[in-house]
């Protein structure tokens, strides 16, 4: 069974950076697809970036295009969002999210199937 667990959140100041971290775990992840979402207050879960693991297909919100990158560690089955130029507007609950194939939908929650619990990120101004 597919677990992911997110770490790294917490209270920042606008123009810092975070690096969150997502360690997944139950299934060979070679092949998936790993997306990063956020969900601020009273919003609806929107995208922020995704990866195809077993290649160099990366994509990015608009939003932080630029200032996000997502890479990882295929020793420790570990995806990591990295994350500069911090706004209050990247406020949310981030959430790390699997599915078994990249391609159409990558940037859609409905599409993935496996998620993890969220970390907290809280950026003031």
């Known amino acids: 069974q597919v677990q992911l667990r997110e770490s790294g959140g917490g209270l920042v100041q606008t123009g810092t950076s975070l690096r969150l971290s997502c360690a997944a775990s139950?299934?060979?992840?070679?092949?998936?697809?790993m997306g990063w979402f956020r969900q601020a207050p009273g919003k609806e879960r929107e995208f922020v970036a995704a990866?195809?693991?077993?290649?160099?297909?990366?994509h990015y919100a608009d939003s932080v295009k630029g200032r996000c990158t997502i890479t990882s560690d295929n020793a420790e089955n570990t995806v990591y969002l990295q994350m500069n130029s911090l706004r209050p507007e990247d406020t949310g609950v981030y959430y790390c999210?699997?599915?078994?194939?990249?391609?159409?939908?990558?940037?859609?929650?409905?599409?993935?199937?496996?998620w993890g619990q969220g970390t907290m990120v809280t950026v003031s101004s």
């Open positions: 999210a699997a599915r078994t194939t990249y391609g159409v939908g990558y940037n859609t929650p409905a599409q993935y199937p496996y």
């Open positions: 139950g299934r060979t992840f070679s092949s998936f697809a």
């Open positions: 990866f195809n693991w077993g290649g160099t297909t990366t």
